[in-house]
């Protein structure tokens, strides 16, 4: 780990991974023409900390697979510590049936269970991972 002032620490990605994998709700960003859309969802976390979630039709499906690169960030507060972890890369559609076992096995539901059956891969081409706060270790 390498420690910077103001109490911020660069984790590395096998931090990362693991802080990932405490959570199932990040927040998945898409820039297109301009403008930048959040959307909440609920996640497990893929091999190579590639990000899954499941979606229907919409824009969050359209503009992810359209999008050069989306950001999926996720992040804890508490204390006198917080973290952030920031995956970077391309997203796309899994429509192999091992996209849907691996959501199924790790029970991946959406909150409202209304036709979310798409299942969308972010590929964890960067990962940034920071740790901040008087106690963070």
């Known amino acids: 780990m390498e420690r910077f002032t103001a109490g911020t620490t660069v984790l590395d990605r096998a931090e990362a991974t693991e802080l990932l994998g405490r959570k199932d709700v990040g927040r998945v960003v898409i820039a297109l023409g301009g403008d ?7 996640y497990v976390l893929g091999e190579g900390c590639n990000i899954l979630f499941r979606t229907g039709p919409g824009s969050k ?3 992810a697979v359209v999008a ?15 973290w952030s972890v920031i995956v970077r890369g391309p997203a796309r559609v899994r429509t192999d049936s091992s996209a849907l076992s691996v959501t199924d096995a790790l029970s991946l539901r ?7 059956y798409e299942v969308v891969e972010v590929l964890a081409e960067r990962v940034s991972a920071r740790g901040f706060g008087r106690t963070w270790s």
């Open 61 to 63: 499906l359209a503009s």
């Open 36 to 42: 930048a859309e959040i959307f909440p969802v609920n």
């Open 110 to 116: 959406p909150f409202i269970d209304d036709g979310k």
């Open 68 to 82: 050069h690169e989306v950001a999926f960030e996720v992040d804890e507060v508490g204390g006198d510590q917080a």
